[in-house]
């Protein structure tokens, strides 16, 4: 079987999503070091946020199963959230899905996590709007891609 993440490139831009118990649905930015081999089917990366646990300098650096690997995403600069629209929120070093759960005044939305039930406030410039990849594309929420 061929895996989307087989056609990823050294040197691009991806996000690594994590198996770890406290870390499920969050995705970290990473940069490729050595692509998906046959026979691992393993991507070598170097995240931008997660450091080294041997030296907190330096990056993070390792081998992720390809599955959890995807290209980065589109961003939309200046766009405005709704109410009940599911997002991507930058926290703690990754992106973490959620739901605007409140608009707030200066640009700033309050947003719930369901997987840790936290309601946190954030600035626009730290959401995005929530995508998968899907067999190759990006696909935005149910309830945009049906209005």
Known sequence: MVTEAEGLKKGEKV???SEEEGLRGSWY???V???VT????KIYV???TLMSEEDDSKPLRESVDAILVRPYPPREVGRRFKLMEEVDAFYSDGWWEGVVTQVLENSRYSVFFRTSREQI???QVDLRLHRE???GNWVPP???SQS
């Open 15 to 17: 996000e690594v999503s």
């Open 29 to 31: 930015t990473a940069t």
């Open 33 to 35: 070091l050595r692509p």
């Open 38 to 41: 046959k026979k691992t089917k």
């Open 46 to 48: 170097e995240y931008h």
């Open 121 to 123: 406030d954030f600035h």
């Open 133 to 135: 990849w899907v067999r």
């Open 142 to 144: 149910l309830e945009e």
